[in-house]
């Protein structure tokens, strides 16, 4: 898993971190209360020190959270290829 000193920098964001954090990929469906469809499912880039603080800062929106994974070194790397890429600031 990925953590950053403070001061380091990742991605297209450029600000400057607190101490050891980790980039969370977080996929969901938009609709709570629908049983989730490949097809809609959605992903967002999350920085937090564990999963439940991932799950805390994205509690307000009501999503149907699938599945949320830890990035390695090696796949934020391959994430941050995408032009889609941006990790949220919560």
Do not use: W
């Not at 898993?1 to 600000?15: A, I, K, P, R, T």
């Not at 938009?30 to 799950?55: F, G, I, L, M």
């Not at 995408?82 to 600031?89: I, R, T």
């Amino acid at each position: 898993m990925l953590s950053l000193e403070q001061g380091q920098e990742y991605g297209n964001n450029q600000d400057v971190r607190r101490d050891r954090i980790m980039i969370y990929k977080v996929l969901y469906q938009e609709e709570s209360k629908e049983a989730p469809v490949r097809e809609r499912t959605t992903c967002t880039y999350v920085d937090a020190e564990t999963e439940r603080e991932v799950r805390t800062k994205l509690a307000d929106r009501k999503l149907n959270i699938e599945y949320i994974q830890a990035l390695d070194e090696d796949h934020l790397a391959y994430e941050q290829q995408s032009e889609d890429f941006k990790v949220e600031n919560l």
